[in-house]
């Protein structure tokens, strides 16, 4: 059984939907006094279940129109270790994430672009001449909802 009660589940629901309510505001939609809020909050992210905080760009609004899921898989003929490619595709700031997956391909990396010619470009000069990149499948993001998490 988890250690967070429903208190907590509820609070972080909020935060996590809106990272940017008060305490005075979380404390009025829970019926909790602010102080209670702020040990709750407190606890929740000296736990590690509060990772952070984060601010969310409008991809669109700074003239990143396109994003792709990039399926990579590395080449076992080259032998190179998974943390040099790691380090080296996630100095690529259009690769907004790294993920080390298990399946048909070892990565997954979600990666941001101008429009598809500047993906082709981003693709062509900078993922695949990365050490033990072998195939890569690519997945362009139609749309995108509201995250729906487990909370």
Known sequence: ????????MTLLRLLSDKGNLSAGALARRLDMSQPAIWRRVRRLEES?????????????KLGFG???????????KKGVPLEDFERAVSAIPEVQTVEHVLG?????????????ADFERILRRRIMTLPGVGDVEANVLLSEERRIGPL
């Open 48 to 60: 590690g279940v509060i990772k952070g905080q984060r601010v969310v760009l409008d991809q669109k």
């Open 104 to 116: 048909m391909y070892d990565y997954r990396l979600r990666v941001v672009a101008r429009d598809i």
């Open 1 to 8: 059984m988890s250690a967070y009660d429903e208190i907590d």
């Open 66 to 76: 396109v994003t792709v899921f990039l399926g990579v898989k590395l080449s076992g």
